[in-house]
């Protein structure tokens, strides 16, 4: 081995203030009588900075690197005898070894942070080893260049600073809010996301030393800590165009407007043909164990909110939504002999006469809005066709019907003329192994209304005539 007092291995701190999120790199060169033919470079730091990795020429370098996080990241490369003839024996200047590249962590405090950077091995052109000037051994010493000057015993450090804040910014995802937990008991809430704004024009989001507060308790409730929004149905029931979240850090304060939407009561409960008529399913009939009575059309009940802001005179126009899957599990009727409704609204009605159906309040049970239906057996209407739908991993399509099926008739009652039903199947491709289909079959009746077939209760049937 041999070492020269011309050897050098120099490494290059940043010299600007740094602050908690910010990337800065550490380039590494030597200064050599001959070109470096192999090299490996340790670099020990605190755990406020992480190594993100490392650059060489990669047209020259052949090597691999190893990062401790939060401790120390290492590099070893050597030049392979193919690249060898890019190398001039005589070196003049510095040669690039390495770029360490960093990242201040967020979470880093104000002060300076040390970085060590020594050499593990070192060797020329001529396959001599190299010590670094002043070393004996390896590991050696590197010559550190920071905001202070140069340290020939590989350590610097970097200077990190807390950023000063000149503003603060301030918003929710979703500007217009729907205070659904009227209806629902589910409270509502939206993140509160807040920047501040540093003396270099960064936005950083802030998560700390936060308080946030509403002029408008009754509209929303704001989380102390500014995590986010509530509404609710208990407390928050008023509607509001223009509320406000107050968010301040330190001395510095903004304003987030948001919009709050309520729901007017009652609901409006709408039927399919928008008729309170529940008719008979035309030469359908169910059987008991006495006599067969008429199969009522499946109605499938819809439910209809306007929302609004609170103010008749802003001009704004009430919002209609249809709320019916908000509402699931929370459907009643006022006789269940003579029908049923479902937890998604589908009433299935038994026998003539008048039902009401509510829909109602999850917490409270209060009634949210109901319809009368009138069940009469006197108005059919028929089975226009049957649908089927094949839904699988591959594709959903739907296959309407083409032609009609040669009528048939079935039962005894001949002189009954049965309603052609048009029955029609399709099949996504199974072209793999595993694939799988389910076919989801939908009634469609003459005044155009649908509904989804679902499996019989056992031990039930019914005729057609």
């Known amino acids: 081995s041999s070492s020269s007092s011309m050897s050098r291995v120099l490494a290059r701190l940043p010299l600007r203030t740094l602050y908690p999120g910010d990337e800065f790199d550490v380039p590494v060169t030597a200064q050599l009588l001959h070109s470096a033919l192999s090299f490996t470079l340790r670099f020990q730091h605190t755990d406020d900075v992480e190594v993100t ?9 052949t090597g691999s690197t190893s990062i401790t996080p939060g401790v120390s990241a290492s590099a070893s490369f050597v030049v392979p005898p ?19 590249h960093f990242r201040v962590r967020s979470s880093a405090q104000a002060g300076t942070l040390a970085l060590q950077v020594t050499v593990g ?43 000063t804040v000149r503003g603060v910014l301030a918003q929710v995802p979703q500007p217009v809010l729907l205070n659904t937990a009227l209806l629902t008991a589910v409270p509502v809430q939206v993140p509160i996301v807040v920047y501040a704004l540093d003396v270099h024009n960064r936005a950083v989001q802030q998560t700390s030393g936060l308080a946030c507060h509403t002029p408008q308790p009754m509209v929303l409730a704001v989380d102390p800590a500014c995590a986010f929004a509530t509404l609710d ?19 510095h304060v903004a304003s987030v407007a ?32 006495t006599c067969q009575k008429p199969l009522y059309r499946p109605t499938q009940l819809r439910v209809l909110a306007n929302f609004h802001n609170g103010e ?14 908000l509402l699931t599990g929370m459907w009643e009727t006022s006789n269940t002999v003579l029908a049923t409704v479902t937890a998604d609204g589908l009433v299935q009605a038994f026998a003539d006469g008048g039902v009401t159906v509510w829909v ?21 209407v028929a089975v226009h066709a049957v649908e089927l739908v094949a839904l ?74």
Do not use: C
């Open 121 to 163: 091995y070192l060797s020329d052109y001529q396959q001599a080893t190299v010590l670094p000037q002043g070393a004996a051994a390896f590991p050696a010493p590197t010559t550190v260049m920071d905001r202070t000057g140069v340290d020939a015993t590989g350590h610097g450090g970097i200077v990190v600073a807390q950023p």
């Open 258 to 289: 948001v919009s709050v939407w309520v729901p007017q009561l009652p609901l409006t409960l709408v039927t399919p043909t928008a008729d309170i008529l529940v008719p008979r399913v035309e030469n359908f009939w169910t059987d008991s164990d």
């Open 233 to 251: 149905h208990s407390t928050t029931v008023t509607a509001a165009e223009h509320a406000s979240i107050e968010v301040r850090l330190g001395v």
């Open 392 to 465: 699988s991993t591959l594709q959903v399509a739907w296959v309407p019907a083409t032609t009609a099926p040669a009528a048939v008739t079935v039962g005894s009652r001949s002189a009954l003329q049965p309603q052609p039903i048009h029955i029609t199947a399709g099949l996504t491709p199974l072209e793999l192994e595993g694939d799988q289909a389910q076919l989801v079959a939908s009634v469609v009746f003459a005044d155009q209304t649908r509904v989804i077939l679902q499996p019989a209760p056992a031990g039930s049937s019914f005729n057609a005539h």
């Open 312 to 325: 008749a005179d802003s001009g704004s126009a009430p919002l209609e939504l249809d709320v019916t899957r």
């Open 53 to 61: 990795g490392f650059s060489v020429d990669e047209s020259l370098w």
């Open 82 to 100: 193919n690249n060898q003839a890019k190398l001039a024996p005589q070196l003049a200047g510095e040669q690039p070894l390495v770029t360490a």
């Open 360 to 380: 109602r309040h999850a917490a409270t049970g209060q009634p949210l809005g109901e319809v009368v239906l009138r069940l009469v057996s006197s108005l059919s």
